[in-house]
């Protein structure tokens, strides 16, 4: 028996799901769905506990990193990529939460999906999706990084396009995988890259080589810049920023504790992830920083300005997600890479809470999504309406709340943060405040549209009840998440206190590389500290202050004068119909590169290349030869008299070939002498 | 001594009137004989190179040569016979019915 068994055998953590994911898939379709609700729940709750106790067993070793090869995938000249699982601090962090927050999702699920059809089949991608994000988070490697990747995109395509039966479902599997290759496109030319220059895609291998070399300087378009911007591309599509998110809002034509646990809580996350864990090589790069960090601040403003005017319960939440990623990528690009994945986690307990709370409203107003319809429910689904209300809170960031802390770090690291002397930091810690106001202002529309005021929905065709025990409970246990989530943090605002979760994630982050013209959170004096402490109390009441002004404009237009967002709607209809159309990026999207790629697959790919030239030459090739074996066909008659004339004929012509030919025919007829 | 050139001149024009007769000629005993005629002027000339290259292979093959004319002989004779039994003519148009 070795001495950490979990670690030794970590592949057990991930390998659980797929068995599942197997079993249902394979014998599900006859069983009941009581069994398969043990296969699944059972499978991601073992590897909920086993990463569990992989995480103690890593604690009790007191190492930095955990590290293990298990066997070699790809051997080829200087090149290895192996199925090697790794564990260090932000591996726990994320390794947790997929497991931990993936199983109350299947839990809730087993409620939620509990009279569709096609159980198994969604239980089965459910399973699978929680293997390829294990993969992603566990690997020890880009290559096996990038399986995972491309395999919850698999799953996110299936689960989406759940309905399949649904159009604008197919489509949106569609739209979300083919936007999702554009930014792998990136990615996979950021490894070739990475390889091509340090010759390994191994974590600790590359890091390490990649360690003395010199940071790119600022705007110079070096290797780092580069391989980082390239990386970063394809977080983008996975992460759904500017521009690629657009594949994100459709998404939500799956089922809900699909948007709940793909499209918010893990797969969105992990282009953050990716950012996080190749920060040696994004602190080289800050050309690379400062892409990152703008690309998620305008993606957090501008997501949630959408979000602002949206009806669909869904759609707000997942323009709210989009924007709470810009808000990682913001705190990544400022190279506060903790503060990311603290907002990475405390995210994923308050947005799938958000989700499964707007699933359990979905679900007792017997489908009805949009808010417009609702009113008044908070009496009628308390529990529904509690928890909802304090993941509002959460993100909303109001104190003590998980949300409240890890906005603040991110807004606070990004007042402080400086590039190249000047003051970026402050245009991007305006744009992250504004977006906290607009933030809070959206979620509360969402709770007085739906939880308040009158009902708008007809009482005789809707039977609102609320959800079952087996839906309640991961929303209870989600909302205690929400709420303690953050404490961690919670003692920085003490004088003299430490963040607890930067301090955990430190040796992880540690070894970043500060150029002089790239400068983090440098270690301060005594007074400088104090100075930086009152300034963090400072941000964060002024954080609260908009947060708290958010909510008050929220409720005066939807509770004081009902009559009033109609009006203002009215009176500045261009912006709210540009909001309205989402800024008109799809039918952007669709006029400037959907179109022209559809006009030159179907002129020239199809119509000029397929048919006119490949089919047009096979097809001539075969007609050539009818047309000359029609020709030729009249030689052979059958009159053994015209055959002979033939024959005389040939030998005529070989004679005077041999005879006067100007080449040939002197060496012939030399032969022959 | 008859030169080399004059033996081949001589098979050239028996063999040409060989094919000029197995052409145009229609009764079939006639084109049969045509074919004799060439196959005879080929063992001309094979007999006429023997002797100027002071070889004995052409008069070999000369030999093999007649014996395959003495055997085609047997055998096209009697389908000619069978020919002229069945379809009371010699006249090779009329006995087409393989043609297209």
Redesign the interface.
Known sequence: MPKYPMLEYLWIVPLLPLLGSAVNGIFGAKWPNKIINWVAIGSTGLSFLGALEAVREFFESGRVLFRKEFFTWIATGNFRAGFDLQMDQLTVVMVLVVTGVGWLIHIYATGYMAHEGGYYRFFSYLNLFMFFMLILVLAANYVLLFVGWEGVGLSSYLLIGFYFLRKSAADAGKKAFIVNRIGDFGFMLGMFLLFKTFGTLDFVQLFAKADPWPADAMGHLGTFTIACLLLFMGACGKSAQLPLYVWLPDAMEGPTPVSALIHAATMVTAGVYVVARSHMLFSRAPTAMLAVAIVGCATAFFAATIGLVQTDIKKVLAYSTVSQLGYMFLACGVGAFSAGIFHLMTHAFFKALLFLAAGSVIHAMGGEQDMLRMGGLSKKIRWTYVTMLTATLAIAGFPPFAGFFSKDSILLSAFQNEYGGRNVGYVLYGFGLVTALLTAFYMFRLIFLTFHGKQRYDEHHVHVHESPNNMLAPLMILALLSIVGGWLAAPAFLPGGTDYFAKFLQPVFSPIYRSAEFRVLEPLSVSAEAEAHSLELWLAGIAVVVALAGTVVAYWLYRKRPGKPDGLAKSMKPAYTTLLNKYYVDELYAAAIVKPLLWISTNVLWKAADVAGIDGAVNGIAEGATAIGDGVRHAQSGNTRSYAVWVVVGALVVMAVIFFWPFGGKAVVGMVH | MVPTNYYVILSAILFGLG?FA??FKRNIITIFMSIELMLNAVNLAFVAFSQALGKLDGQVFVLFVIVVAASEAAVGLGIIILIARNRQTLN?ERV?L???
């Open positions: 094919v197995f052409i090779v087409d393989l043609k297209l």
